[in-house]
């Protein structure tokens, strides 16, 4: 009983908001409602068929795919990068670490207008730099075949900060000892890496991995402010259509259905991680 009311705050913060929130989603999708969200028409799995026959989800479903596998092998790779080169002995290697893990210290907000500075195709940055070269101008955030892959660009530098701080923590906690017998047996770097470095950095890694997976399926601040789902739906990922059916078109029936469809998308793909990425994980 004790401990009973010990967890009794906890139940209630999770019931008022994850799991109360979670079971009226699932309620409402089943439900055609008006403009104020208020269930009128029992529909069964009319907005799920829905769904899969609308062009609009499936551009929307394969722009969250190319998201996912655009951002997070890209961020992972870079952000191991930047921490086993900041893990190196050298002088003033602290500047290096604050100014790697500087995105971590600002707002997705501030952060997108920074970008849509860059990718303006007036004054930006990009631009700039193509036209000093002799080569035509882009319109970053205006050309479909680009828009995506800019905002892309954007995620990896916003979210490697993060990734970044939590996996030089892991390589600072690799026992030296292991370093120390490698150097004696005169191995190379390479092998060093490769045998040592990533096996020990597997659990972290594999926490990165995870959490950066669930970030990019959930992105929105980015893509609202860079590009609005445009253009011609190639931005306009589940959770910026989900935000449109529910707050601008308050088709709230549609919206639930496809935060469902997004939950048991992530669901699967997390259990697929554990099921296969834990297998190449080292504790010890």
Not at 12 to 23: A, D, E, H, S, T
């Given at each position: 009983?004790?401990?009973?009311?010990?967890?009794?705050?906890?139940?209630?913060?999770?019931?008022?908001?994850?799991?109360?929130?979670?079971?009226?989603?699932?309620?409402?999708?089943?439900?055609?409602?008006?403009?104020?969200?208020?269930?009128?028409?029992?529909?069964?799995?009319?907005?799920?068929?829905?769904?899969?026959?609308?062009?609009?989800?499936?551009?929307?479903?394969?722009?969250?795919?190319?998201?996912?596998?655009?951002?997070?092998?890209?961020?992972?790779?870079?952000?191991?990068?930047?921490?086993?080169?900041?893990?190196?002995?050298?002088?003033?290697?602290?500047?290096?670490?604050?100014?790697?893990?500087?995105?971590?210290?600002?707002?997705?907000?501030?952060?997108?207008?920074?970008?849509?500075?860059?990718?303006?195709?007036?004054?930006?940055?990009?631009?700039?730099?193509?036209?000093?070269?002799?080569?035509?101008?882009?319109?970053?955030?205006?050309?479909?075949?680009?828009?995506?892959?800019?905002?892309?660009?954007?995620?990896?530098?916003?979210?490697?900060?993060?990734?970044?701080?939590?996996?030089?923590?892991?390589?600072?906690?690799?026992?030296?000892s292991l370093y120390e017998s490698a150097r004696v047996a005169g191995v190379s770097e390479s092998y060093k890496l490769r045998k040592i470095t990533l096996p020990m950095l597997s659990p972290t890694l594999f926490f990165v991995t995870?959490?950066?997976?669930?970030?990019?399926?959930?992105?929105?601040?980015?893509?609202?402010?860079?590009?609005?789902?445009?253009?011609?739906?190639?931005?306009?990922?589940?959770?910026?259509?989900?935000?449109?059916?529910?707050?601008?078109?308050?088709?709230?029936?549609?919206?639930?259905?496809?935060?469902?469809?997004?939950?048991?998308?992530?669901?699967?793909?997390?259990?697929?991680?554990?099921?296969?990425?834990?297998?190449?994980?080292?504790?010890?």
């Amino acid at each position: 009983m004790t401990g009973m009311l010990f967890l009794l705050p906890s139940l209630i913060l999770f019931g008022v908001f994850l799991f109360y929130p979670m079971v009226r989603t699932v309620y409402l999708s089943l439900f055609l409602t008006d403009s104020q969200g208020v269930p009128v028409v029992f529909v069964g799995w009319e907005n799920f068929l829905n769904l899969f026959q609308s062009t609009s989800f499936q551009l929307s479903a394969k722009a969250t795919a190319l998201f996912v596998l655009y951002t997070v092998p890209a961020g992972i790779v870079l952000a191991t990068a930047l921490a086993i080169l900041a893990n190196q002995k050298l002088r003033g290697i602290g500047l290096f670490r604050t100014m790697f893990s500087a995105t971590m210290g600002m707002s997705v907000a501030a952060s997108s207008v920074i970008w849509m500075f860059l990718f303006n195709p007036s004054i930006g940055l990009f631009n700039r730099i193509l036209g000093a070269l002799n080569i035509p101008g882009v319109q970053w955030l205006l050309d479909p075949q680009y828009a995506l892959l800019s905002v892309s660009v954007a995620t990896i530098w916003m979210n490697t900060g993060f990734a970044f701080l939590i996996l030089l923590g892991g390589l600072q906690n690799i026992d030296q000892s292991l370093y120390e017998s490698a150097r004696v047996a005169g191995v190379s770097e390479s092998y060093k890496l490769r045998k040592i470095t990533l096996p020990m950095l597997s659990p972290t890694l594999f926490f990165v991995t995870t959490v950066s997976l669930i970030n990019a399926f959930q992105t929105f601040g980015q893509v609202d402010l860079l590009t609005k789902g445009g253009p011609m739906e190639s931005t306009n990922v589940i959770v910026y259509s989900i935000y449109k059916d529910a707050f601008i078109n308050y088709n709230v029936g549609s919206a639930s259905a496809q935060a469902v469809l997004l939950f048991v998308a992530v669901l699967v793909v997390t259990v697929l991680q554990f099921k296969i990425g834990e297998r190449k994980v080292h504790y010890q």
